[in-house]
């Protein structure tokens, strides 16, 4: 049973191209999470999303960043025009369900690096 | 969700226990209590979870306080590799929110 699979593990992207991050939820799992971890920081929660649906976008930077995650295939994070301020960590989590106490399980994250 | 209070760093031996104290005076009736580390940048690992009565896995054991206003993580006989940052989070499961952690050291 495979786990939660980010992809690309690094990203490398000019200032001003966009960067799209995929996040394939483990089997049977359809709530997904987008946290992003700056360089010597804490992890910050930016997004919920359910099939087809954004439950909380609370964390989501106002401009420039959107997230799906359709009926079919992956959830993607999508930055566009990125900064070297978008250079960070972002890792995506799922659960079962909302309000689920086992919580989430985490990938391994994409490494964003903005040149 | 409630918020939480972990020491900023601890020290621990390796093979002796370490014990990472938490505080959450303010946490509600539907609220659990998550454990989960972060290992040098890696994505962030669950430990242990629990609403109000004691808790231990193959990984952990976990200590909620009669008024659950305090919990205690206990890695029974910490290794090099347990060294990580662990997070205390209160949660009723809609979202995580993370602070900042306890950096725990385990020095051989």
């Known amino acids: 049973n495979a786990g939660v699979m980010q992809n690309p593990r690094h990203l490398v992207r000019r200032r001003g191209q966009e960067a799209r991050l995929r996040c394939s939820p483990m089997?049977?799992?359809?709530?997904v999470y987008w946290y992003r971890q700056l360089p010597e920081e804490g992890l910050k929660f930016m997004v919920y999303?359910?099939?087809?649906?954004?439950?909380?976008e609370s964390g989501m930077p106002k401009e420039r960043f959107s997230a799906e995650f359709p009926k079919e295939g992956p959830s993607i994070l999508r930055i566009q025009q990125v900064v070297r301020g978008d250079s960070a960590a972002y890792f995506c989590?799922?659960?079962?369900?909302?309000?689920?106490?086992?919580?989430?399980?985490f990938g391994s994250g994409t490494r964003l690096t903005v040149v | 969700d409630a918020k939480t209070t972990q020491p900023t760093s601890m020290d621990c031996a390796e093979g002796r226990a370490a014990n990472l104290p938490c505080n959450h005076s303010t946490i509600s009736g539907n609220e659990y209590v998550y454990w989960y580390r972060q290992i040098h940048s890696q994505g962030p690992q669950y430990i242990i979870h629990g609403l109000k009565n004691n808790e231990t896995n193959e990984m952990a054991s976990l200590i909620i306080t009669e008024d659950r206003k305090s919990s205690t993580l206990i890695l029974p006989h910490a290794t090099l590799r347990d060294t990580a940052v662990y997070y205390c989070i209160v949660s009723s499961g809609s979202r995580l929110t993370f602070g900042e952690g306890t950096q725990l050291t385990v020095n051989p």
């Open positions: 089997k049977g799992h359809s709530h």
């Open positions: 999303l359910q099939k087809e649906n954004i439950i909380d």
């Open positions: 989590a799922s659960s079962p369900g909302q309000g689920y106490s086992y919580g989430y399980t």
